[in-house]
């Protein structure tokens, strides 16, 4: 499924500009402990989380993530979108809830660890 | 010498260095600060009055809502002869609304030290919740309150934590206290000589005391 398919059913929020959105996402894992996330997340992923700390921006970029979606209508600080900017490292945001977002992925086919 | 740290309060500091007056204890200020990241980041302090200036700061950003004793335990503010003064009602166990960074500017701006709380530790430990130091963080020592190492801790989230390193049991409860220590070769007991020996000035140093003294 495509990063550009899922900002459209979803209705996210772009917030940073310049990113490679019609990449490939390979999966979706949903954590707010940022070491988890590391350990268990993998290359092309769509990251859930309530986090706004620009070390999300790093474990995106480590981890080689598709994106990072912000919920609960939270805004990344500006150090967070200037890191993602610098890098280019999607970020989105949404009003919804982890549980909302995470449910509609779902729906919409999206597994983790889903093989494509 | 003890540090007295409630979560996000230091409102019983000024009884406990009433209480040891005339004893050779020496009560350094502190605060076991919330972000909210949820890390715990623990703030030492030289005076009262520093003390409660942070907490001043730091109950403006605590998160709303009323402390529930069933779960979390009565909040009393005593004096020094262990008298209940009053009841703190707020949620002290809840974050605040200031990032880490935040968090550790506060603390500097009232001349603390600020420590990245027991770092080894899953629950509320930085590591943890944001995976590795946050980068330009200016943290000036890092906590251990397990059995772990450093050296360990580095290990396990493959980072090297070049910060110096204190050793202390977080003692929720009395019987904890001193079941992790360190050893300050300082001048006198003072928040200055700590901040010197941390940075090993003038022959200064601090280490931590043997792996477990239980």
């Not at chain 2, 009884?15 to 502190?30: M, N, Q, R, Y």
Request: glycine fraction near 6%; proline fraction near 3%.
């Amino acid at each position: 499924m495509k990063l550009s398919d899922i900002i459209d059913e979803l209705g996210l929020a772009v917030e940073v500009e310049d990113c490679c959105l019609d990449c490939e996402v390979r999966g979706c894992y949903l954590s707010d402990i940022l070491s988890d996330v590391m350990a268990n997340s993998g290359e092309g992923y769509l990251w859930v989380t309530i986090h706004i700390h620009p070390n999300i921006t790093a474990v995106a970029q480590f981890k080689a993530l598709a994106g990072v979606v912000v919920v609960n209508g939270r805004n990344p600080q500006p150090e967070t979108l200037k890191k993602a900017e610098e890098h280019k490292i999607p970020i989105f945001t949404t009003d919804l809830s982890s549980y909302e977002i995470a449910g509609r992925l779902y729906a919409a086919g999206l597994r983790c660890k889903s093989e494509c | 010498m003890i540090a007295i740290s409630d979560h996000n309060s230091a409102e019983n500091v000024e009884a406990a260095i009433a209480a040891a007056d005339s004893t050779s204890l020496t009560i350094i200020p502190g605060m076991e600060i919330t972000s909210s990241e949820e890390v715990h980041i623990l703030g030492l302090f030289d005076s009262v009055t520093a003390a409660q200036g942070v907490q001043k700061v730091i109950y403006e950003h605590l998160n709303p809502g009323q402390n529930n004793e069933e779960f979390f335990g009565s909040q009393y503010v005593v004096d020094k002869d262990d008298y209940v003064i009053s009841e703190n009602k707020r949620l002290l166990i809840g974050a605040t609304d200031l990032s880490v960074s935040e968090v550790v500017e506060t603390i500097h701006k009232f001349s603390g030290l600020a420590v990245a709380a027991h770092i080894d530790r899953e629950r509320f430990g930085l590591l943890y919740q944001l995976g590795f130091l946050p980068e330009g963080l200016e943290l000036d020592a890092v906590e251990l309150t397990g059995n772990s190492k450093l050296s360990e801790v580095e290990e396990k989230f493959r980072c090297s934590i070049d910060l110096p390193q204190i050793c202390d049991s977080d003692s929720h409860f009395l019987d904890d206290i001193g079941r992790r220590t360190t050893e300050f070769l300082v001048e006198a007991p003072t928040l200055s000589e700590i901040r010197l020996a941390l940075k090993g000035i003038d022959g200064r140093w601090a280490r931590c005391r043997g792996e477990n003294h239980a």
